[in-house]
């Protein structure tokens, strides 16, 4: 386990030295270094079961001011906790279309629904675990649901597909260790999003349906094209270390990795990510098999969206969930 640990911190440093090469913004180096640091500092110090209810609760918070937003269509005045402007006359708001109108998406306390919906993918696969440890079973199930409610209100496709892709692997490894409580974790969700399909048919079956004119398909794939060929330009180290947005950022962290850093370290990064799930494979526990899940959500993700690499708290959720598998000493419970 230590070999793992070690690699992990060999893992970084390369993916410093690629940031170092790509010849990146001076202030930008400096936020990698600093996200560097909080994920170290997260997996030396902070013990897996106050990170999980920590995001348990703060999940539960966010669903309600979710759900609230929704129903009223305008922020509730929260602006010194991060919430965004929202009202029917912003034009900047995200919505989907319903039946020829427009329903506003919710975004919590966070610059954009999408990560609102990776941050209650993390609390989902929290109250899980929690459910799992038959700590407060009602309540996990209450839990559970509310964040289920939240998730939905996001309208968030690669949010709901990240919750099946973490509750899958949350039920697998559930499964091989408490089986009983597997079933009936199983059971909860499938009755809370099947309660929560019957009560928002009108709103969730226009968003599943993808087609050709889809504007966050064509938006997407349009932003793909454009990027393959800069990616050819600066192959090797990419164009230069940003960790922003920039004016038109293409829908994908490993696409923004491999423009800024190039195929040396998106390479390095998955190594990285890679050692960490394997890390959180060999322990065998319930908490080490909570934060894979939850990088394998985040992961899945970055395939469409590029906030994991671009914006804070998109970044800070993926470093804290690299560190407390990656360079964690903390030794859990085998619950």
């Known amino acids: 386990m230590r070999r793992l640990c070690r690699a992990g911190f060999i893992l970084a440093g390369l993916l410093f030295a ?16 600093a996200w560097f640091a909080l994920a170290v500092c997260a997996g030396r110090y902070a013990p897996p079961r106050f990170v999980l209810g920590s995001l348990a609760g703060l999940g539960i918070l966010e669903a309600l001011l979710d ?9 509730l005045g929260l602006s010194f906790l991060g919430e965004p402007a929202l009202g029917p006359l912003n034009g900047a708001v995200a919505r989907t279309f319903v039946h020829g109108g427009r329903l506003m998406r919710a975004y919590g306390t966070f610059p954009h629904p999408n990560i609102l ?90 968003r599943l349906s993808v087609g050709a004119g889809d504007y966050a398909v064509t938006g997407r794939v349009s932003g793909y094209e454009a990027a393959f060929p800069r990616i050819g330009s600066h192959p090797l180290f990419g164009g230069g270390l940003t960790l922003r ?34 890390r959180g494979a060999r322990r065998k526990t319930s908490e080490f098999a909570a934060f894979s899940a939850m990088l394998a ?34 030794v859990p419970s085998h619950s």
Request: proline fraction near 4%; include cysteine.
């Open 18 to 33: 690629a940031a170092v090469f790509s010849f990146p913004e001076p202030y930008a180096l400096f936020k990698l270094a």
């Open 67 to 75: 759900f609230f937003q929704f129903a009223t269509h305008k922020s």
């Open 117 to 206: 919906a990776a941050f209650l993918v993390l609390s989902l696969v929290a109250w899980a675990h929690f459910f799992l440890a038959r700590r407060r079973t009602v309540v996990s199930v209450l839990g559970i649901f509310i964040v289920l409610l939240g998730l939905l209100l996001t309208f968030s496709r690669s949010g709901w597909i990240a919750a099946c892709v973490a509750t899958l692997i949350v039920l697998a490894d559930a499964r091989t260790r408490v089986p009983a409580r597997a079933k009936e974790l199983f059971l909860v969700l499938a009755v809370s999003c099947a309660s929560l399909a019957l009560i928002f048919p009108w709103a969730v079956v226009p």
């Open 245 to 278: 947005m920039g004016s038109d950022p293409v829908h994908s962290l490993y696409l923004m990795i491999a423009d800024e850093l190039g195929f040396f370290g998106l390479a390095v990064f998955l190594l990285l990510v890679g050692s960490a799930l394997m």
């Open 297 to 330: 959500a985040l992961l899945t993700m970055g395939v469409t969206d590029h906030f994991l690499w671009t914006l804070r708290p998109g970044i800070a959720m993926l470093f804290l969930v690299i560190g407390m598998l990656a360079f964690s000493d903390n």
